[in-house]
T-cell receptor, first 109, second 113 residues
Framework: AQRVTQPEKLLSVFKGAPVELKCNYSYSGSPELFWYVQYSRQRLQLLLR??SRESIKGFTADLNKGETSFHLKKPFAQEEDSAMYYCALKENYGQNFVFGPGTRLSVLP | EAQVTQNPRYLITVTGKKLTVTCSQN?????MSWYRQDPGLGLRQIYYSMNVEVTDKGDVPEGYKVSRKEKRNFPLILESPSPNQTSLYFC????????????FGQGTRLTVV
């Protein structure tokens, strides 16, 4: 059973529009949630993690335990945000990383 | 420089010819993992390892083997590659503690003809 779901395979928005990439998870313990980004022809790199409650490149994500969600948001999308985004869960006892299927964000000019 | 290194970066091989993709990290990470990335399917885990001599199957382990004889290395072995294993492969590593991220290698693009 998939433990991390990202319902949108592709999300297209215009430059300057708000963007929200959805992530839901199923896990009985206390998970750690991450967002990774993969720009064209590059390796995956960490964007942000829920524990740090940080904002990176204008992106934020809040862990909602009631809805088991960790959606990624940015108020004004930029063309350079176009990339593949993966939501990931780290099991705190098994310590294994589980990735969602990814969402390709395309920001149109 | 802290990094995860995969070799080779690109490989074209023929069906049935055994191959090994190496992965090495210099951060003393306990956890290491292999993923394959395919269009429309995202990132799928093949095998992972929590420490030396401890390995476990991921979601798509069929046709692959791994070993973890030492902490820094986690090779991926394809004993008899088939065309459906043509993919982009990523290795990752991490500390096995709270609030630690996974670091990824640069990827290996494998083509099996």
């Amino acid at each position: 059973a998939q433990r991390v779901t990202q319902p949108e395979k592709l999300l297209s928005v215009f430059k300057g529009a708000p963007v929200e990439l959805k992530c839901n998870y199923s896990y009985s313990g206390s998970p750690e949630l991450f967002w990774y980004v993969q720009y064209s022809r590059q390796r995956l790199q960490l964007l942000l993690r829920h524990i740090s409650r940080e904002s990176i490149k204008g992106f934020t994500a809040d862990l909602n335990k009631g809805e088991t969600s960790f959606h990624l948001k940015k108020p004004f999308a930029q063309e350079e945000d176009s990339a593949m985004y993966y939501c990931a869960l780290k099991e705190n006892y098994g310590q294994n990383f589980v990735f969602g299927p990814g969402t390709r964000l395309s920001v149109l000019p | 420089e802290a990094q995860v290194t995969q070799n080779p970066r690109y490989l074209i091989t023929v069906t049935g010819k055994k191959l090994t993709v190496t992965c090495s990290q210099n951060m003393n990470h306990e956890y290491m993992s292999w993923y394959r990335q395919d269009p429309g399917l995202g990132l799928r885990q093949i095998y992972y390892s929590m420490n030396v001599e401890v390995t476990d199957k991921g979601d798509v382990p069929e046709g692959y083997k791994v070993s973890r004889k030492e902490k820094r290395n986690f090779p991926l072995i394809l004993e008899s590659p088939s065309p459906n294993q043509t993919s982009l492969y990523f290795c990752a590593s991490s500390y096995s503690t709270v609030n630690t991220e996974a670091f990824f290698g640069q990827g290996t693009r494998l083509t099996v003809v």
